[in-house]
């Protein structure tokens, strides 16, 4: 498996990054970093993300939800950041599958972390969520939520991804890295990621010079 090397400082986000892959997620002993964790490698220039016969589907997908009025922007306002995380908690209580629902949940950690960008519907509702602390020449997907299961908030999680991606791109960001292991994706999140582009990498951490 290929392995990457990642130079993280000590500040706050390129400590954020460190402890995801660091989290021990198997048998309570292997880090994710040594196991393999899900990497999208990102482009230097932001419009080569979109290309190729593999983006076949990002593209379609894309364009469906420009169709719809979709559209994407940061977030910098903490005020809101507030406002959108009591809607994140309250989505992810009732969503239909187990899988993804948790009662009681408080990502109230998210507020002022990373890189907020937002989908949101014609009418200004909130569609999705994506949270990217980043530190150098690497991006953390701390969260990418669905803010409800209709379909337009499906093409929106396309959308959103390419701009996400294409604002890391500009930030000089070239490796974004998923919190969780590929073994703790469900089949269709790791359909869906690999259809964007991530695949399973090794990372190596060294000392920032």
């Excluded at 498996?1 to 954020?16: F, I, T, V, Y």
């Excluded at 880090?31 to 076949?56: F, M, N, T, W």
């Excluded at 337009?152 to 969780?180: C, F, M």
């Excluded at 990621?193 to 190596?204: S, V």
């Amino acid at each position: 498996m290929p392995r990457l090397s990642a130079r993280l400082s000590d500040e706050p986000e390129g400590k954020l990054i460190e402890n995801a892959l660091n989290t021990v997620c198997l048998a309570k002993v292997f880090k994710l970093s040594d196991l393999g964790a899900c990497v999208l490698e990102i482009p230097a220039r932001p419009q080569d993300y979109s290309l190729g016969s593999s983006k076949q589907t990002l593209r379609r997908k894309v364009k469906a939800a420009e169709k719809l009025g979709i559209y994407c922007r940061p977030v910098h306002d903490k005020d809101e950041q507030i406002a959108l995380v009591a809607t994140l908690d309250r989505a992810i209580a009732v969503k239909s599958n187990p899988l993804y629902r948790e009662q009681d949940s408080d990502h109230s950690y998210l507020v002022g972390s990373g890189l907020w960008t937002v989908a949101f519907a014609q009418d200004g509702e909130p569609l999705v969520i994506a949270v990217t602390p980043r530190d150098g020449e690497w991006a953390l997907l701390q969260a990418f939520v669905s803010l409800g299961e209709t379909q337009h908030r499906s093409d929106a999680r396309y959308l959103l991804t390419k701009v996400v991606v294409e604002r890391l791109a500009v930030e000089g960001v070239r490796h974004l890295v998923d919190t969780r292991s590929p073994s703790q994706l469900p089949n269709g999140l790791r359909h869906f990621q690999r259809m964007l582009g991530f695949r399973i990498r090794r990372i190596r951490m060294r000392q920032s010079i």
